[in-house]
């Protein structure tokens, strides 16, 4: 699991250091609307994760949720569980868009986040120094009232053609529109933009 936390990721060398991380998660932590919380089973009690909302580092205000599970505990839902939780929180307390930060090949995190109805937005170098694959969580609310926005503004035959996809494939409007918004926004607010096509690209 180490592999994927951290600028330099790596397992603590000895107990020693376990103090000052556990004061760096404390700081990270210290504003009320966020928090990095152990994950206990209900069964058992045993303490199974970890899962965390926080300001990103070296960031400009963007909040990440994020979790860390012992492996004993993959695949049985704990992350989602979890993770939903802290986006329920986090949205709760007035956050407009939270962040979820995946290092590339981190295939089960990045399934983790679309199971969360996260949204993918492109991979960045931003945040903790590394590249990683960014994902994007708008309160629902928000979503509907982005897309009816961005339906105004849509030419017409592009809204006929969102209308008839969403139909077929058994969906809203807003489910088919939301996340290219949330995405679009998150690029143009990352300063991202649209990577030049390579001579191999079809025009």
Known sequence: MARWLGAEPRALASP??????????????????YGIWALERRDTGT?????LLVPLPDGD??????WHLHPDSWGQGFATEAARAALAKGFAEGLTRIHAVVRPGNAPSAAVCRRLGMTPVGRTTRWYGVEADAFLAVPEAAGA??????ALQL????????RAFAEISHRTVEDVVGPLIAAERARVDAGWT??????TDAP
Request: no cysteine; proline share 10%; net charge negative.
């Open 155 to 162: 030419p017409a035959e592009l809204v006929d053609w969102v």
């Open 61 to 66: 205000g963007e909040v990440e949720v994020g």
């Open 16 to 33: 020693d250091e376990a103090p000052a991380l556990i004061e760096r998660f404390r700081q990270r932590s210290a504003d009320p609307r």
């Open 47 to 51: 303490v199974v994760g970890s899962v």
């Open 194 to 199: 649209t990577p030049p096509k390579r001579a």
């Open 145 to 150: 009232t982005e897309t009816r926005r961005l």
